[in-house]
């Protein structure tokens, strides 16, 4: 069974900086590009990132470039994203999600989300 | 302001038809694969059509997915309270180098 359980989000103050991770199991991690999609309160969804199975290639919606880095440990079965100079429009719910395959979308699998709020 | 175009809202009464429109460009919808899914309140969106038409095992044949030129189409037959949802289109977009959804649209079965 595939699950992807993310983890890492929080308060976190404007300007901060935060990690996420998300574990994933049931499948053969290095063989599928992974996402990070988020949702801010009340609206839709919002792709970030990307990132292909090895690694090598990665993506970044504009909101995203320059502050936020994706990453993978296939050792691990984990991604990552790292994210700096947070801002109240960052705040949302981070779903990790899966690939059907080589090409970045469809999304056939998602976790559950890990909530990040930027606040002072 | 999304890059595909939905409209906000439909409705329609239980075990009627509903359709739901996503609007976009050459450089996405005209050249890229669809895919659409469906969020219910309060979890993770749920992959619902892939590759335009195409079913991933255990969705229901209620649903179902078109494409013409820059526009893409959600079918959903025999509508239950269950399906209330929000649904979303999204694509690869080439001339962005990233993917792309449309702003969601909130279906209401009266």
């Known amino acids: 069974e595939v699950q992807l359980l993310e983890s890492g989000g929080g308060l976190i103050q404007p300007g901060g900086s935060l990690r996420l991770s998300c574990a994933a199991s049931?499948?053969?991690?290095?063989?599928?590009?992974m996402s990070w999609v988020r949702q801010a309160p009340g609206k839709g969804l919002e792709w970030v990132s990307a990132?292909?199975?090895?690694?090598?290639?990665?993506y970044h919606a504009d909101s995203a470039k320059g502050r936020f880095t994706i990453s993978r440990d296939n050792t691990k079965n984990t991604l990552y994203l790292q994210m700096n100079s947070l801002t109240a429009e960052d705040t949302a719910v981070y779903y990790c999600?899966?690939?059907?395959?080589?090409?970045?979308?469809?999304?056939?699998?998602w976790g559950q989300g890990t909530l990040v709020t930027v606040s002072s | 302001q999304s890059v595909l175009t939905q409209p906000p809202s439909v409705s329609a009464a239980p075990g009627q038809k509903v359709t739901i429109s996503c609007s976009g460009s050459?450089?996405?919808?005209?050249?890229?694969?669809v895919s659409w899914y469906q969020q219910l309140p309060g979890t993770a969106p749920k992959l619902l059509i892939y590759?335009?038409?195409n079913r991933p095992s255990g969705i229901p044949d209620r649903f179902s997915g078109s494409k013409s030129g820059t526009s893409a189409t959600l079918g959903i037959t025999g509508l239950q309270t269950g399906d209330e949802a929000d649904y979303y289109c999204?694509?690869?977009?080439?001339?962005?180098?990233?993917?792309?959804f449309g702003g969601g649209t909130k279906l209401t079965v009266l």
């Open positions: 999204g694509t690869w977009d080439s001339s962005l180098s990233a993917v792309v």
């Open positions: 050459s450089s996405n919808i005209g050249n890229n694969y």
């Open positions: 049931g499948f053969t991690f290095s063989s599928y590009a």
């Open positions: 999600a899966r690939s059907s395959g080589v090409l970045i979308i469809p999304f056939n699998y």
């Open positions: 990132i292909s199975g090895g690694g090598g290639s990665t």
């Open positions: 590759d335009n038409n």
